[in-house]
């Protein structure tokens, strides 16, 4: 049987996902709704999508996009090849189950994380005692059993343009067997330590350059610009700024919505020199995308945070606290070399 190269994100309860990961040989979804269901994982793989619109419409009352994230997840087959990006680089990993399983099958696997952490099962699914008040539900429900191939490849290092471009995907996953010729370029690169030394060399040399020009002739609000014309040169269908003072609760400075995949980034955007302290910015962000009204209104989207500071780093900060938020802490330099891959054309209304 062919063998299929997918991509799958860590992005969801990332504090305990990764250790499984890392740990344990386990990568994890959420969609814990769906544990309990009857055969849920066998139909799936055997009946054709018209099973998984019926039974997301059934648990749901609705039909989101993010339910083939699911499908996908399952679809995997042993043999398989999944990339997982990390912050800077991407490892490989191969499927070795038959079939994915449910998070509370791991019960005993994983239960030394499971105490450290205060978590267990209820009912098959994956909750965290909350200081005397009711369970929390952490929502990871389906898992697959893997082994690594390759762990830490720097993607400036050894991914090329397609393969960069593809690892940038925001969605859960995607199934790329078209870039298996990529992959192996890129793992052999690693393995033989042969690095793609152009472009990382030129983008290490030019990124600083830009990112200096940034600090020195921008503001804040040109900052704020420059964020929301980065994301309409990714092919955003809108970018707004909201205006400061209709903010009630929360902050976002920069909104870009891409209705193609259903994706909304919220971005907080911190115009500093030195180091940035990501405590503020993070809750703003994450107030803001928890309001009620912004819920009800996104429903149907997948919702990205972000915070962008034009600063060299962020100051130290509780690493569990934003892995758990789920939002994405972004450095000037990263950025500026963001920005670079895109290209500078349309920078000039800044």
């Known amino acids: 049987m062919k063998k299929n190269y997918w991509m799958h994100r860590i992005s969801h309860h990332a504090n305990i996902s990764r250790p499984l990961l890392r740990d344990y040989g386990y990568l994890s979804i959420g969609f814990s709704d769906f544990v309990g269901v009857e055969n849920f994982i066998d139909n799936i ?20 996009r993010i339910r083939k994230n699911l499908s996908r997840f399952i679809k995997m087959a042993k043999g398989d090849w999944v990339l997982v990006p990390g912050r ?4 490989i990993y191969e499927i070795e189950d038959e079939k994915a399983a449910v998070i509370s099958a ?5 239960k030394k994380e499971y105490d450290r952490k205060g978590l267990k099962i209820i009912d098959s699914k994956l909750y965290k005692a909350n200081e005397g008040i009711k369970e929390r539900l952490i929502d990871l429900g389906f898992v697959r059993k893997v082994k690594p191939i ?11 343009a397609s393969l960069t471009k593809r690892l940038k995907f925001r969605g859960t996953n995607a199934k790329i067997s078209d870039l298996a010729n990529n992959i192996k ?3 052999n690169a690693f393995l033989q330590n042969s690095p793609i030394n152009l472009h990382s060399q030129i983008e290490e040399v030019i990124s600083e350059k830009v990112l200096n020009i940034i600090r020195t002739k921008l503001n804040p609000d040109k900052w704020e610009a420059l964020i929301k014309t980065y994301f309409e040169k990714c092919g955003a ?11 009630n609760k929360g902050d976002a400075d920069v909104i870009s919505v891409f209705e193609k995949i259903k994706t909304i980034v919220y971005v907080q955007a911190k115009f500093h020199d030195k180091d940035t302290k990501p405590a503020e910015a993070v ?50 330099k990263e950025f500026t070399q963001m920005l670079l891959d895109l290209g500078i054309s349309g920078l000039s209304g800044i």
């Open 185 to 187: 370029d890129a793992q």
């Open 45 to 64: 793989i055997n009946k054709d999508n018209n099973y998984l619109d019926q039974i997301t419409k059934k648990v749901w009352g609705k039909k989101p």
């Open 150 to 160: 390759e762990v830490g490849i720097s993607r400036k290092k050894y991914a090329d």
């Open 106 to 110: 791991l019960d005993n696997v994983f």
């Open 88 to 91: 800077g680089d991407f490892s």
């Open 237 to 247: 269908d809108s970018v707004e700024i909201p205006p400061k003072k209709n903010r």
């Open 283 to 332: 809750r703003q962000v994450y107030e803001f995308v928890n309001n009620f009204d912004i819920q009800e209104k996104n429903e149907e989207y997948s919702i990205i945070k972000w915070v962008i500071t034009s600063a060299d780093s962020f100051a130290e900060h509780d690493k569990d606290e934003i892995l758990e938020k789920n939002i994405k802490l972004i450095t000037g």
